[in-house]
């Protein structure tokens, strides 16, 4: 089965913001940020105006969905993730989104690597929108348990509502009456 992707540099579904979460595999911490922050832009009827998306820095899991546990832990606290698809960066990212952040150093390094120069003010940490905490990453949970899973996803919430403000604020976006 094929699965169709539509990029968002198509005009059909270019959103005037596009941010891409990214980690390793694209099935544990970068969807479940899809997922959180998809939410927190539907609540805010902004989805007219952003684009979310998320991949992988590597092609391990392209066309699977989220992790059993991720999917779990999000239904949980009300998100979905179940029409989600891991799929691999691709070079046309760079230029399609204007926000990239990555959940790590490792997976920012390898994006920086492969960004063009004059993109690569568009690669960021996802942590560098979190309001509680001073940690840096979102740990990879998948070789842990649920616990693990439950505290990236509080990290990737506190991240992902600072996401919005930031972007609610830079691009002057006020909630849709």
């Known amino acids: 089965m094929q699965i169709e992707l539509k990029l968002p540099e198509d005009p059909e579904t270019r959103k005037e913001i596009n941010i891409l979460f990214v980690c390793m595999g694209n099935i544990c911490r970068s969807p479940m940020a ?3 922050f998809q939410s927190l832009v539907e609540k805010h009827s902004l989805q007219e105006v952003i684009g979310v998306d998320s991949a992988g820095t590597y092609a391990y899991h392209t066309g699977e969905p ?13 998100y979905s993730l ?10 046309q990212d760079f230029t399609a989104f204007d ?16 960004c063009p ?31 693990g899973f439950e505290a990236v996803l509080s990290l990737i919430e506190d991240a992902c509502s600072g996401l919005l403000e930031h972007v609610r604020t830079r691009h002057a976006l006020e909630t849709p009456a």
């Open 99 to 114: 926000l990239i952040l990555a959940m790590d150093r490792q997976n920012y390094e390898d994006l920086l690597a492969h």
């Open 34 to 36: 899809h997922g959180v």
């Open 117 to 147: 120069e004059t993109r690569k003010d568009k690669v960021r940490l996802l942590l560098d929108f979190a309001r509680r905490t001073e940690r840096e990453e979102v740990p990879d949970p998948y070789y842990g348990g649920r616990d």
């Open 66 to 78: 989220p992790d059993p546990r991720a999917r779990a832990v999000a239904a949980q606290r009300g």
């Open 82 to 91: 179940e029409s989600l698809r891991a799929r691999k960066v691709r070079t």
